[in-house]
């Protein structure tokens, strides 16, 4: 879909780097352009102390690029790397915004050597404000301080961290729609644009619900251990052989009650006033999950399984990472693709589209195509 595009990276670890794989994905030509000592998600597995030679995590946020390494400290190689932005249809970087301005790489130069231009600048807190120059990671503006971590904290338990790029990739995604909606602009009015992105802004997005609640009710309903959940209905169970599951009940769980009562093999509580409608099955929720616990407890993961499949209920198994990646259905959904010719996986891009999309090549080495892009470019390699 993106064959005649191409990119210019000048970013490091994730999110961004993560758009731009995407972007190859689709068909553009993307050159990620490094310091000397490379990007510092190069080293991904000496960040845990493990030594690990092939680092399948730098492959999956860089796979099908081209890599160049520029010193940005000469002039003579910020020269090159404005050459090449002028043959570019994007640059996407996550540079701080000083840093691009002492460079010579700001919107408005490099608006003036290529018009056209779309320019994405990602950051931790935004273009503005008192905290727009402050580094930022997913962990710190996306779900420290964007009130998601709160969410997922149970009142009076101690703050859960969250795993290896979750935000970045959520950010991954809304840089990666940008950018085709810049593109879809500049091929109808011939226009470049500069789109500016943040963690903390898709860390609120991404809670926008909770927020949009907060912003009109003035408050906020802390997140709560399962027996004393809101909804005793949409919760989390666990068999009697260990498997936890989680059940969503259709509109708020009024009309699913008999069927999750049936499932749990406990049709009598459908007679007890306790439990008759949703406020006094919320007022009796620690009583109600107690006994579900109970009934899902005297079955194996199979027959709850089966009994909630037989009601027409809406549940899943809560399944680690090693069971998703044997999992038969997100096998046959496309979660995993190979590398081009290797039988090594990675977890795929997330839509697929009604034409063919070449398997990925892998990350590439630093400075691997380095002597080709300065020979298209006509540039000398620095002595």
């Not at 670890?13 to 689709?26: E, N, R, S, T």
């Not at 807190?125 to 969410?151: E, M, Q, V």
């Not at 909770?210 to 666990?238: D, K, M, T, V």
Request: charge should be negative; proline fraction near 6%; charged fraction near 25%.
């Amino acid at each position: 879909m993106l064959q005649g595009i191409r990119v210019v990276e000048l970013a490091t670890y994730v999110a961004a780097p993560g758009a731009c794989a995407q972007l190859a994905d689709w068909g553009a030509e993307v050159i990620k352009v490094e310091a000397p000592g490379g990007d510092p998600y190069r080293q991904f597995f000496g960040f845990t102390g493990d030594e690990i030679a092939e680092n399948r995590v730098f492959d999956l946020e860089n796979r099908g690029k081209q890599s160049i390494v520029l010193d940005l400290e000469r002039e003579d190689e910020r020269a090159t790397l404005r050459e090449l932005i002028a043959t570019a249809d994007v640059f996407v970087t996550n540079t701080r915004a000083a840093s691009l301005a002492r460079l010579g790489l700001g919107w408005e130069e490099l608006k003036a050597i290529r018009p056209d231009l779309i320019y994405v600048h990602f950051s931790g807190y935004g273009a503005s404000g008192p905290d727009a120059a402050k580094p930022g990671f997913d962990l710190t503006a996306f779900w420290a301080r964007s009130g998601l971590c709160s969410l997922a904290t149970v009142k009076g338990g101690e703050p859960p961290l969250l795993r290896t790029g979750i935000g970045d990739h959520s950010a991954s995604l809304a840089l990666t729609s940008g950018i085709m909606a810049a593109l879809f602009h500049r091929e109808r009015t011939g226009e470049g644009q500069k789109i500016e992105g943040s963690l903390l802004r898709v860390g609120v997005f991404i809670g926008g619900a909770e927020h949009a609640i907060q912003l009109q009710l003035g408050r906020l309903a802390s997140p709560r251990p399962r027996q004393q959940a809101i909804n005793p209905l949409s919760n989390f169970f666990r068999s009697g052989d260990g498997q936890w599951f989680i059940i969503v009940p259709r509109s708020g769980g009024d009309g699913d009650w008999p069927a999750i009562a049936r499932a749990a093999r406990r049709p009598e509580l459908l007679d007890d006033p306790r439990f008759a409608g949703v406020r006094a099955r919320r007022e009796h929720v620690g009583i109600l999950v107690a006994l579900l616990d109970a009934g899902f407890g005297a079955m194996t993961w199979d027959e709850a399984r089966t009994a909630l499949a037989a009601e027409d209920l809406i549940f899943a198994a809560v399944q680690s990472v090693a069971d998703a990646t044997r999992d038969p259905q997100a096998i046959a959904a496309g979660c995993y693709a190979p590398f081009a010719g290797e039988a090594a996986l990675l977890p795929a891009p997330p839509l697929d589209f009604g034409v063919p999309v070449a398997a990925p090549r892998r990350a590439p080495a630093l400075d691997a195509d380095g002597a080709a892009i300065r020979e298209m470019l006509g540039a000398r390699r620095p002595l």
